[in-house]
């Protein structure tokens, strides 16, 4: 295993801002593969931070001896097929190469950081950082002048956490968000107690659901209950932990335009209770998409965060950003000095990372090439002219509770590979045939959905890559449920769906 | 062909090791 980090964990790894965070129960997220692995570890918060989730993997990797087996400081820069003997040379960037049978990525939906694409980010003379790439020293915020930019998930956090010792913080705001509230609390050792009894309730019930988040989608339409009883639901979903207000609500508001509305305009009636001066209020209330159809972020007092008097919002679409300047931030009105810029500026998610590596199949064809029209899998996990390569929550897979789709992932692949070795098998392949017909249930999954109407990350937009301009079908829309019944289909008939040699 | 982790530990330093399978990331996927 190749990793470029110094240790493992991937997104909690890396993202070490202040305020990062589970925005999915603690409790739900971890490993379920080790009944030992569980009855052994203690979850101290419901939605645990990122220093206690690295740790967990930690505990993992050596828990199951997985050092001897990873390579860190190692970055991947090209993987290369070569038919003569149905292997791949994976390059890294010291110069070393290796051969292997079968190469498996596993690189993560959002860990291929971006900036924005400003003048002058280089010359500015204070600290500044992106925050995927967070100092593992602490940094001191004390009567410091602050900048964020960028109020997503990360952003979102990042500022929250930041507010609460910071001199002064500007929040530079393209998109707000429908931030609801995360309400996080201690786990007592009662609670956990009742946790561990039921973890194999818990993660059936994951299983179950369309994300295999513990929320399971409300089987009533929004207009079939009276305006009361909606108000009173959404009231309880506000004051509950975690996405329950997005995953556990009516079955129709992720694609019906009425009800969609309808629930923008209670999380919209939140923010303006919340937000103390109306006008900053309506700046940060969504007008260009409604709730659910981005990724929502989770917070723990967020809005109440502009009521501080120390806290600025700018909101660019009115006055842009037009460069960073060697002491601050220069919009189209004003200049700005500060001492710390933090970019929270996202990802270019779900194929950025494969982007970043020269992945050449067949003949030398490039992946990135032959995603450029958008992905093209066969479940999400081979890609045809790709051989031996398989994808551990590549594009075209759900997303939603990571590990819990992940697991299924590499359980699915390490069969296909147990499959071939037993066999004797040296290349496997989806065809063409089938990684056309997987991508079009893809978008057709995802056909009437309201998210796919909105610019996110979660269809392939991002406005600081070239050629991320053009909304595409990057996940699967059709539930875990049905993800994993089509995969089992796939190995009940023997792999005969794909080219086997 | 590399079977175990103990061999796979020294394979690392050996450019002329077949492995079985490389996994390209050390993050909640790749464990």
Redesign the interface.
């Known amino acids: 295993m190749f990793e470029t980090g110094t240790g493992v964990g991937g997104t909690w790894y890396w993202n070490r801002y202040p305020g990062a965070r589970f925005d999915s129960e603690s409790w739900t997220y971890g490993y379920s593969f080790s009944q030992e692995l569980l009855e052994e570890w203690d979850w101290e918060e419901h939605f645990a931070g990122q220093p206690e989730t690295e740790r967990y993997l930690n505990h993992v990797a050596d828990k199951f001896d997985l050092r001897c087996d990873i390579q860190f400081k190692s970055r991947v820069t090209a993987a290369h097929y070569q038919e003569d003997t149905c292997s791949w040379e994976v390059i890294l960037e010291d110069g070393r190469r290796y051969n292997t049978r079968f190469v498996i990525t596993a690189v993560g939906v959002l860990s291929a950081p971006t900036m924005p694409r400003f003048p002058g980010v280089e010359s500015f003379r204070g600290q500044s950082c992106h925050t995927h790439y967070w100092p593992k020293e602490p940094v001191k915020f004390d009567g410091k002048r602050v900048a964020v930019i960028g109020t997503g998930a990360t952003g979102v956090q990042t500022i929250t956490e930041v507010a609460k010792t910071v001199g002064h913080l500007t929040v530079f705001q393209r998109t707000p968000q429908w931030c609801a509230p995360l309400h996080n609390g201690k786990i007592s050792d009662g609670e956990m107690r009742e946790i561990r009894a039921n973890y194999t309730e818990i993660f059936a019930r994951c299983q179950q659901t369309h994300g295999c988040f513990i929320h399971a989608t409300d089987p009533r339409a929004t207009l079939e209950v009276t305006e009361e009883e909606r108000e009173a639901f959404w009231e309880k979903f506000y004051g509950e932990p975690g996405f329950g207000i997005w995953m556990g609500n009516f079955r129709d508001i992720l694609v019906d335009r009425e009800a969609n509305a309808l629930i923008s305009d209670f999380v919209a009636r939140k923010i303006r209770q919340r937000v103390k001066d109306p006008a900053v209020a309506e700046k940060l209330i969504p007008k260009n998409h409604g709730f659910g159809t981005r990724r929502v972020p989770l917070e723990s007092g967020y809005f109440e965060v502009y009521n501080q008097p120390n806290i600025k919002l700018v909101d660019i679409t009115e006055t842009p950003i037009e460069r960073i300047t060697p002491t601050g931030i220069k919009t189209s009105d004003a200049e700005y000095e500060f001492d710390i810029i933090i970019y929270a500026t996202g990802f270019d998610a779900i194929t950025g990372s494969f982007d970043r590596i020269d992945i050449r199949g067949v003949d030398g064809v490039l992946l990135k090439e032959k995603w450029q029209d958008g992905p093209q899998t066969f479940l999400g996990i081979l890609v045809d002219d790709f051989p031996n390569m398989l994808m551990v929550m590549g594009p075209h897979a759900g997303l939603g509770n990571f590990p819990r789709a992940a697991e299924y992932s590499a359980d699915w692949v390490t069969g296909l590979i147990r499959f071939a070795c037993d066999r004797g098998l040296n290349r496997i392949e989806a065809t063409a045939a089938g990684a056309t017909a997987w991508t079009d249930h893809v978008i057709e999954s995802s056909e009437g959905l309201l998210f796919t109407e909105v610019d996110s990350w979660m269809t392939g937009i991002n406005r600081n890559v070239e050629g991320k301009q053009i909304r595409r079908i990057m996940r699967y829309s059709g539930g875990h449920p049905k993800f994993r019944e089509r995969c089992e289909a796939v190995t009940a008939d023997g792999y005969r769906e794909l080219s086997l040699a | ?1 590399v079977y175990s ?2 061999a ?2 020294q394979a ?1 330093t050996d ?1 002329s ?15």
């Open positions: 062909m982790q103990a796979a530990h690392w450019p090791t077949d492995f079985d399978a490389i996994i390209i990331g050390a993050g909640v996927s790749g464990l």
